[in-house]
């Protein structure tokens, strides 16, 4: 069982940053594999960043390639999203998630694949 709590959501103008957290419980958080989605009203839940349990690969979905940046720290049972040049289009609910990954190197992308989930975190990006 693993229990997820992130922070660091808010409002923010257009070309701001926020930084996202998700702590972690449990004592096997490196054996899953982490991902940000976001869901913004009227829209499916994407997933936005992921990355594997070892922290060696992450994805990214195009649309913010070059702006957001997922890190974790398996000492701290944390994985964070640093978010950059938002946009207004960013604005949704974003959660952090975690999946029972086979191996320390799998990066997980579709949502049926995470066992896990936060409750989510507000970000408000105006125009």
């Known amino acids: 069982q693993v229990h997820l709590v992130e922070s660091g959501g808010g409002l923010v103008q257009a070309g701001g940053s926020l930084r996202l957290s998700c702590a972690a419980s449990g004592r096997t958080f490196s054996t899953y594999a982490m991902g940000w989605f976001r869901q913004a009203p009227g829209k499916e839940r994407e997933c936005v960043a992921a990355i594997n349990g070892r922290g060696s690969s992450t994805y990214y979905t195009d649309s913010v390639k070059g702006r957001f940046t997922m890190s974790r720290d398996n000492d701290k049972n944390t994985v964070s999203l640093q978010m950059n040049s938002l946009k207004p289009e960013d604005t949704a609910v974003y959660y952090c998630?975690?999946?029972?990954?086979?191996?320390?190197?799998?990066?997980?992308?579709?949502?049926?694949?995470?066992?896990?989930w936060g409750q989510g975190t507000q970000v408000a990006v105006s125009s």
């Open positions: 998630a975690a999946a029972a990954a086979r191996t320390p190197y799998t990066i997980a992308v579709l949502t049926a694949q995470y066992d896990y």
